[in-house]
């Protein structure tokens, strides 16, 4: 699409507890994010509408946002009223109509009240009547079917918005939403692969919006699923910003113009275009060929290296670094690494390979020979180990896995947690092999985590930061670049249990100047492939510079 007009239906901003210091909340902030993420309009409610007095923080979010009434539409909280801390129904909507407010959020977790017609039927029957658009989050709802399905039928005439539900509850979202004919879903933590796709074949686009989780999660990363859509232009305009138009009843705001300062890659994605800069994941699993799943909670639709490859083309990226989901988080290794096997040699040029290798399954034997095949003879440039075996990644079990890795210049991809030593295992094993370059996955998940990395990457230069993660923190892709500089960062995908268009977006819509956008999402991972010495083995041409 052409620069199409984004409106949010997920935005924040005010003072709230547990803030990290890095995290944004200010009202000017919000203003400023939505100016870079080419946002035209959001629906806002304030932070402090669950933590103080509702009523009370309703009208200071209209008064607040007084001035930006063109871009800014409040979402009030709303409640039952029986316990006589809130007005009552008719009351309620007086004032909001009154104060132009047209959207209310309904939380009944945080505010302790059942979820049945008793305690809810007197402000449905006023919201009803008026066909009020209502949010809340599956959290809200207790991440529960029968709460889920008698809300939204307690509100029957409203356009409900279930907010914040996440990819691992794609089974729950769907048996809802078919269930509820009025229930909608906004995607900002929802970045399932080709979920909008999906939801909209399913349900028609009318029932999913555009929201961004602003201002703790990026804004360019929902704009990812627009910038690179799949479907018809129409619906996805739909799904953009017209949709919440249609449920607000006012007229759609217009498309904010590119700034004349915009880069090459944000022209590129604001157009629909494939970027034409070198884009390199280094961060992918893969499924067997025709599968859509991988088990538990996973739904991975169309989830095989020929679909992965394709959606890649469509964003630009031009080769991906694979590793298999069945040999990691299945702890199949055999399987997984001889899957590796084919997708790379059906597709050398677009996919580079990644092995995996488990102590409590292989001996170091085993291991061994992995090295030999998968990386002597094959040239796969990346080792993956994963948490499910509880073994830290330091443990000397691994050490034919490190010492083989170290000896050739390899990269190592490590998923942290506390099962299998934390960032203590990367600080061990970047001191003890200095020639290993280790990536340590989902940087950007936290600004707790972020700080760790940084922590350990400023005593190692063999320490960067891959950032991939469905939290897409705000402004801590230029953050990570402050601290251990942008020839340290890299972009990765984690698809297909994401989708990767929020990913690769999260990094281009970013405040900095191209030429560190460039080493982010190609440059710096080119540059760690082409440090590995496996002789008889050539990286795809794009890499190596042939083309």
Not at 321 to 329: E, I, L, P, R, Y
Not at 346 to 365: F, K, M, N, V, Y
Not at 387 to 405: C, F, G, I, K, S
């Amino acid at each position: 699409m052409n620069n199409p007009m984004l409106f949010d239906c997920w935005a924040c901003y005010g003072p709230g507890p547990a803030k990290d210091p890095s995290q944004r909340w200010t009202l000017e902030q919000l203003l400023e994010d939505l100016d870079l993420y080419g946002i035209s309009a959001a629906l806002v409610r304030h932070e402090q509408g669950l933590n103080y007095d509702p009523m009370h923080i309703n009208r200071r979010l209209v008064a607040e946002t007084a001035e930006h009434r063109d871009r800014l539409f409040p979402c009030w909280n709303a409640m039952p009223h029986q316990p006589g801390d809130f007005p009552e129904p008719d009351a309620f909507c007086a004032a909001m109509d009154q104060a132009d407010v047209r959207a209310v959020l309904i939380t009944p977790n945080t505010h302790g009240y059942p979820i049945h017609s008793d305690v809810l039927a007197p402000l449905a029957a006023a919201l009803n009547s008026r066909r009020t658009l209502v949010l809340t989050t599956l959290a809200e709802l207790g991440a529960d079917y029968r709460n889920a399905t008698t809300f939204c039928r307690t509100f029957a005439d409203c356009s409900v918005i279930i907010a914040e539900a996440t990819w691992g509850q794609w089974r729950l979202a769907v048996s809802i939403l078919d269930a509820c004919p009025n229930a909608c879903l906004e995607l900002s933590a929802f970045q399932a692969n080709r979920a909008p796709e999906f939801l909209m074949a399913r349900y028609g686009p009318e029932r999913v919006l555009l929201g961004t989780g602003l201002p703790r999660r990026s804004g360019a990363a929902a704009r990812g699923f627009v910038d690179w859509a799949l479907g018809d232009p129409a619906d996805v305009a739909k799904f953009a910003g017209l949709n919440l138009a249609r449920c607000l009843n006012v007229p759609p705001p217009k498309p904010l113009a590119l700034p004349e300062e915009s880069d090459q890659m944000v022209v590129e994605a604001r157009n629909g275009k494939p970027l034409s800069a070198l884009v390199l994941d280094a961060h992918c699993h893969v499924l067997d060929d025709g599968l859509d799943g991988a088990g538990g909670r996973y739904v991975m639709l169309k989830g095989d290296s020929l679909n992965i490859v394709a959606l890649a083309e469509r964003m630009g990226v031009d080769v991906t670094a694979m590793m298999s989901w069945s040999g990691t988080v299945s702890m199949d290794v055999v399987a997984g690494n001889a899957l590796l096997e084919q997708v790379v040699d059906r597709s050398p040029q677009q996919i580079i390979g990644l092995s995996s290798a488990d102590p409590t399954h292989q001996t170091e034997s085993d291991i061994r020979n992995v090295c030999e095949r998968l990386h002597g003879q094959l040239g796969f440039r990346g080792l993956k180990p994963y948490t499910r075996n509880n073994v830290p990644y330091n443990d000397p079990r691994y050490a034919p896995y490190w010492e083989y890795a170290n000896a050739h210049r390899l990269y190592g991809l490590l998923h942290t947690a506390a099962n299998v030593g934390g960032m203590k295992a990367v600080h061990d094993l970047a001191e003890r092999y200095p020639d290993v370059t280790f990536l340590v996955a989902h940087s950007g998940g936290s600004w707790a985590l972020a700080r760790q990395v940084v922590d350990v990457a400023s005593q190692f230069p063999n320490v960067m930061a891959e950032l991939t993660y469905t939290g897409a923190v705000n402004r801590v892709v230029e953050w990570f670049c402050e601290q251990i500089g942008p020839d340290r960062v890299l972009f990765g995908t984690d698809a297909p249990m994401r989708d990767p268009r929020p990913q690769l977006a999260w990094c281009v819509h970013t405040a900095l100047p191209e030429s560190q956008k460039q080493l982010i999402v190609g440059g710096n991972f080119a540059r760690i492939l082409r440090q590995g010495v496996l002789p008889p083995h050539k990286l795809p041409d794009v890499i190596t510079g042939q083309l």
